[in-house]
């Protein structure tokens, strides 16, 4: 089945720090990714929609300057948190959707997640 | 706008029990509905499916139906086992800008 890969999972990191998180489909190209963030014990809530070769979609709320996002090829994303302090800890999962499969029923296929802690 | 709403957890079940967990939404359309699951540290994982009204999703003995007159999707398991344990996400997706819109997750905890 389709795969979505997330690097790193893990990551902690000193405030400040700029963090990258890459989101690859790995049998797919995706043409539209999505990046969430999720609190301990809570849903997930979508930050952006990334579109390659052209800008993400943010959501409101999400500062775009503060969450950098480039999809510059079908296969990658990549979500940069910029000047990182400790309130961006948290859990931030991509999915990517395949575009080969059509229609409403198509689901998103999600990676395991990086777990961002800033100290 | 859209908007979905589970029962809260965390859930305790023995196991072999009946599970349940309700779903409801709200949405403008005719949106597509999904049950994600997420065991411990992980990302989520598509458990089920449903497109449209009186379809029923099932995948590993969990079922849930497309109820248009009483927008539920209500989540379905005959009897749980330990291996069932993680938090379950009720979604739905507008068939305009593909966005999923997701329930705040209910924590089902099975014990042996």
């Known amino acids: 089945g389709a795969v979505v890969s997330q690097h790193p999972s893990w990551v902690i990191c000193k405030s400040g720090t700029s963090v990258k998180i890459e989101c690859r489909s790995l049998d797919f190209q995706a043409t539209t990714m999505f990046w969430y963030r999720q609190f301990p014990k809570q849903s997930l809530m979508l930050m952006a929609t990334?579109?390659?070769?052209?800008?993400?979609?943010?959501e409101q709320g999400v500062e775009k300057d503060k969450f950098l996002i480039n999809h510059a090829s079908l296969t990658l994303s990549t979500l940069t948190v910029t000047s990182a302090h400790p309130e961006d800890s948290s859990f931030y999962i991509c999915?990517?959707?395949?575009?080969?499969?059509?229609?409403?029923?198509?689901?998103?296929?999600f990676g395991d997640g990086t777990r961002l802690s800033i100290l | 706008g859209d908007s979905v709403t589970q029962m809260e957890g965390p859930v305790t079940l023995s196991e072999e029990a009946f599970l349940t967990i309700n779903c409801t939404y709200t949405a403008t359309g005719y949106p597509s509905l999904f049950w994600y699951v997420q065991y411990p540290g992980e990302g989520l994982q598509l458990l089920l499916k449903?497109?449209?009204?009186?379809d029923k999703g099932s995948n590993k003995g969990f079922e849930a139906t497309y109820r248009k007159e009483t927008t539920s999707f209500h989540l379905e398991k005959g009897s749980v086992q330990v291996s069932d344990s993680a938090v379950y996400f009720c979604?739905?997706?507008?068939?305009?800008?593909?966005?999923?819109?997701f329930g705040q997750g209910t924590e089902l905890s099975v014990k042996p």
């Open positions: 449903a497109t449209k009204a009186d």
């Open positions: 999915s990517a959707r395949d575009p080969a499969r059509q229609g409403g029923g198509q689901p998103q296929h």
């Open positions: 979604a739905l997706k507008d068939n305009q800008g593909g966005k999923l819109i």
């Open positions: 990334s579109n390659e070769g052209s800008k993400a979609t943010y």
